[in-house]
């Protein structure tokens, strides 16, 4: 009697449920893409609220968790390009790297250490692209049609963002 | 692309053509000193991990937690507007079918009674109070109203999101109007001779309205709702489960 295709849409106890499990995942996440606690704040409710409005499609092949963890994904770039249009370059160019007041280093290094002194060194198409590749393990076409672009930028991206990571975290090692 | 980038991408196992990965695979196998460099790009990229992300804050899940619940409500409410701006000319019109519906299939049965041998499923009647347990099918319900019925039962079903509403205008208005839909369908069947189903769109009333209490706790109401919930689905269950045993002789 119960195909996917028939499947009842979670309910609202499920929905919370996921929150127990998900929420440091989904965060961890929006934050790794957005850089900011706060716009990653911001990711997770509009992806919860998306998904809420979507329950309908969800197939039940994958978790619930997982299922919210990629629409968590999309709403972190949707989140960055709303919130600093400005630093969402074209990415065959050379990128600054991303700009931060005194005050956002300030608080990046005491709550988030190193992760968020590695990352500030990247800018947001730098940091996407390497998060949604290397953490997030998706495909690179995948990544280009999230991001609207083509994969030869998303490769460039993500050569330049492994370039300066694997050379900031070496020298984090070194300040040990 | 430079031999990093390709190592890279071979790494990764992702961006490089069949060809590309083919060719990149003989040189690595004849050149020690590229195999050498994969290696090298091995071991620097299987090691670059970032510290772990933070955590999510107990604030964070309770901000998150309390959106998700509004927006719940609001989808609810919206919905019960959308019905409440119709109810008029969409109850009556609902009202006219159900009862033209159960005149219509009463009148086809009377004529059909001799020609067709109706079969169902037998199981006993028991008295109880609990509304799934009063569908039996020892009723010959007409098809056409079992499954106008279902159909209903599932809108319910849907509509019992509106009950977590901490608005009691709001959950009684979702209530009435679930009672007087139930009520057509009542009267429909008694028309129709299924008293058993007519008691049990009945039997339904009494745990709607308990969600009504003004004393009721958030927990209570969530209680009320998966037991109606439950019993719709079981309702349903053998409902169309009922119809699905239905051998129909001619």
Known sequence: MTS??????????????????????????CFRITGDASLAQDAVQDA???????????????????????????????????????????????????????????????MYGDLGQALSQLSDMERVCFVMKHLEEFRLKDIAVALDTSVGPVKQALFRALGKLRNRMTSLKGEV | MNDEQLLTLYWYGD???????????????REPDLAARFAAVKEDLGALDLPAAPLATAAMVARWRLALDQEINASATRSTNRWRRFMPAGLSAAAAVVLALGVFIGMQLEDRDDSLDTVHATVSPEETDDPAQLVTGSEAVPDTLE????????????QLAGLAS????????LVAQIIYQNRLFAVAARANGAEELARLLRAFEPVLLATLAEDASTNDLAVRRDQ?????????????????NTITAL
């Not at chain 1, 309910?11 to 961890?28: E, N």
């Not at chain 1, 609220?49 to 629409?71: D, P, S, V, Y």
């Open chain 1, 4 to 29: 996917a295709s028939h499947r009842s849409p979670p309910t609202q106890q499920q929905f919370h449920q996921a929150i127990s499990s998900g929420a440091d995942v989904w965060f961890g996440a």
């Open chain 1, 48 to 110: 919860l609220l998306n998904a809420w409005r979507k329950r309908r499609q969800f197939q039940g092949t994958a978790r619930l968790e997982t299922w919210i963890h990629r629409i968590a994904i999309n709403s972190a770039i949707a989140v960055v390009r709303k919130h600093r249009p400005e630093r969402w370059q074209p990415l065959d160019e050379e990128p600054e790297a991303a700009t931060r007041s005194p005050l956002e280093a300030v608080i990046d290094e005491q």
């Open chain 2, 15 to 29: 961006g490089l053509s069949d060809s590309e990965r083919r060719d990149l695979a003989n040189r690595l196998e």
């Open chain 2, 147 to 158: 499954r106008s019925l279902a159909l209903h039962l599932q809108n319910t079903k849907v």
């Open chain 2, 166 to 173: 901490d608005n009691i205008d709001d959950r009684t208005r």
């Open chain 2, 228 to 244: 109606l919930d439950f019993e719709l689905g079981v309702t349903l269950t053998k409902i169309t489960g009922r119809a699905s």
